[in-house]
T-cell receptor, first 112, second 115 residues
Framework: QKEVEQNSGPLSVPEGAIASLNCTYS??????FFWYRQYSGKSPELIMF??SNGDKEDGRFTAQLNKASQYVSLLIRDSQPSDSATYLC????????????WGAGTKLIIKP | GAGVSQSPRYKVAKRGQDVALRCDPI?????LFWYQQALGQGPEFLTY????????KSGLPSDRFFAERPEGSVSTLKIQRTQQEDSAVYLC?????????????FGPGTRLTVT
């Protein structure tokens, strides 16, 4: 069974601090990884994707990938109350170039 | 431009009824996905269309689920003889390309409640 695991949270972080969200995956064939944000009652929206080992930065967001450890993370710097949402990690299924395997999400709460 | 739209937004069905859920993707998007999202869970892949061709239906839970995209644009997900375990949000997503290097744009979802 191909799986993506996330801590369900909630993860509570003070405003202005760094929020760190983590994800592990079981499919060693996975090559692409995605972080989506989902506000309560809304649909997922793409935050970042990463293909290569290392860090990828986009504004306040940094995605980190370690394929050897099968670990993906998302760092949010200078956290804002508007960042409060559920963050979904998704991994490309190794034998597909279009199918994603999704984690259950981590609920993030930014406290003013 | 307009995003992905889905209708109805909410549907209550009695067990055993058939339902049809509609997805209008972004114009020109080649790829269309259907997902099922249970409360507190991530989306689960149901099926994938490339234009009008259904290339993958491996995620459909049973033969009561059927999806089509006859003209390569609008898609319909049909569930026959609904069961309580079908209660979930059904998400449609479209993408301009053929692989995951293209972003998937999600519709608002249809919340199905089977009573």
């Amino acid at each position: 069974q191909k799986e993506v695991e996330q801590n369900s949270g909630p993860l509570s972080v003070p405003e202005g601090a760094i929020a760190s969200l983590n994800c592990t995956y079981s499919d060693r064939g996975s090559q692409s990884f995605f972080w989506y944000r989902q506000y309560s009652g809304k649909s997922p929206e793409l935050i970042m994707f990463i293909y290569s080992n290392g860090d990828k930065e986009d504004g306040r967001f940094t995605a980190q990938l370690n394929k050897a450890s099968q670990y993906v993370s998302l760092l949010i710097r200078d956290s804002q109350p508007s960042d409060s949402a559920t963050y979904l990690c998704a991994a490309q299924r190794g034998d597909s170039n279009y199918q994603l395997i999704w984690g259950a999400g981590t609920k993030l709460i930014i406290k003013p | 431009g307009a995003g992905v739209s889905q209708s109805p937004r909410y549907k209550v069905a009695k067990r055993g009824q058939d339902v049809a859920l509609r997805c209008d993707p972004i114009s020109g998007h080649v790829s269309l996905f259907w997902y099922q999202q249970a409360l507190g869970q991530g989306p689960e892949f149901l099926t994938y269309f490339q234009n009008e061709a259904q290339l993958d239906k491996s995620g459909l839970p049973s033969d009561r689920f059927f999806a089509e995209r006859p003209e390569g644009s609008v898609s319909t997900l049909k569930i026959q003889r609904t069961q309580q375990e079908d209660s979930a949000v059904y998400l449609c997503a479209s993408s301009p390309g053929l692989a995951l290097s293209y972003e998937q744009y999600f519709g608002p979802g249809t919340r199905l409640t089977v009573t």
